[in-house]
């Protein structure tokens, strides 16, 4: 089974930058979907970035042109570089991993969260 395991959290100031790594840790068969989301306190978790298994990305609207995900494939890895940073980015940034297809059925892991505070 594939684990995900974050890091690079941390706090800065209002237009700062931070990266996050995320490693898929583990074997599996299925190809996998590597997502962001996040979570503020008294919010929902929500969206932010997603690097699918065609290679394609996605971006919620309110990080686009500031958050860029990419992968290094030969790592396992996935990575959300954050610049432009704005208080209401602060949140607890998790990574998923879900398999495609039917794989999705016995493939969604999430790992443990990376807090990144903003400050004005």
């Known amino acids: 089974q594939v684990q995900a395991v974050e890091s690079g959290g941390g706090s800065v100031q209002t237009g700062g930058s931070l990266r996050l790594s995320c490693v898929a840790s583990?074997?599996?068969?299925?190809?996998?979907?590597m997502s962001w989301y996040r979570q503020a306190p008294g919010k929902e978790r929500e969206p932010v970035a997603v690097f699918k298994a065609d290679g394609s990305t996605r971006y919620a609207d309110s990080v686009q042109g500031r958050f860029t995900i990419s992968q290094d494939s030969a790592k396992n890895t996935v990575y959300l570089q954050m610049n432009s940073l704005k208080p209401e980015d602060t949140a607890m940034y998790y990574c998923?991993?879900?398999?495609?297809?039917?794989?999705?059925?016995?493939?969604?892991?999430w790992g443990q969260g990376t807090q990144v505070t903003v400050s004005s």
């Open positions: 583990g074997r599996t068969r299925c190809t996998y979907d």
């Open positions: 998923n991993i879900k398999g495609t297809g039917w794989c999705g059925a016995v493939l969604n892991s």
